[in-house]
């Protein structure tokens, strides 16, 4: 693994189906983010963890949770799949979360919500 | 509320130079960062700024006014493959970066 890995690339859902999107990285890094990125909207965070055991919620929640077990993973869940779900989500992560260094972002997984 | 404003789309030439305009108005700063994504893939870093004045990396260069929030990313030289989004990102003060979103540059031959 070189980076930051997502799965699956892309999924078709059933609305009401509960979901998991994988994440993992390799650099060693403390924060990871998830994010959602619709057509005319910028990126929004759903989720992030500062550090592995800590979560927070970002601009866009509900819906969604998240677990940090360990420094390399950030699973996000959708519980309950709706169409309004339908998005491309991009993990990413860094160094920390304070300094100047910059998020690195995964290929990202293209969702569709039936 | 926290605002990035940023042109949609922009036309130049392949050879020239252009600038895209970022604005913002957010809860605290703590950086601004410029990203580069082309169509279907993921975001990837070009920029920070956390002081007034120009960073200069290459063909890319950065400016930032604190007291106006206002920033340009400027791309000298243009060649077809910078033909993507243009991402203008402010690190409010709880360090969540806020996204605009997107400049579209399209180069012509």
């Known amino acids: 693994i070189a980076g930051i890995t997502q799965a699956p690339t892309s999924q078709i859902l059933a609305a009401g189906r509960r979901m998991t999107l994988r994440c993992t990285q390799d650099?060693?890094?403390?924060?990871m983010y998830w994010y959602r990125q619709d057509l005319g909207l910028g990126l929004r965070l759903i989720h992030y963890s500062n550090t592995a055991g800590t979560t927070g919620k970002g601009e866009v929640p509900d819906g969604y949770s998240v677990s940090r077990a360990n420094t390399d993973d950030f699973p996000l869940t959708l519980a309950s799949a709706v169409p309004s779900q339908t998005s491309v989500y991009f993990c990413a992560s860094s160094i920390d979360s304070t300094s100047s260094y910059e998020q690195y972002f995964g290929p990202g997984t293209r969702l569709t919500v039936t | 509320g926290q605002n990035i404003d940023q042109p949609t789309e922009m036309t130049a030439t392949e050879g020239a130079i252009v600038q895209i305009n970022c604005t913002y108005q957010t809860s605290g700063f703590n950086g601004l960062f410029w990203y580069q994504q082309h169509a279907g893939e993921a975001p990837t870093f070009l920029s920070y700024n956390v002081l007034d004045g120009l960073e200069e990396k290459g063909r890319f260069s950065s400016f930032l006014s604190r007291s106006k929030g206002y920033s340009y990313l400027l791309l000298k030289e243009l060649q077809m493959k910078d033909s993507a989004s243009y991402l203008c990102?402010?690190?409010?003060?709880?360090?969540?970066?806020?996204w605009g979103a997107g400049t579209k540059l399209i180069i012509k031959p």
């Open positions: 650099m060693r890094h403390n924060a």
């Open positions: 990102a402010v690190r409010d003060s709880n360090y969540q970066l806020i």
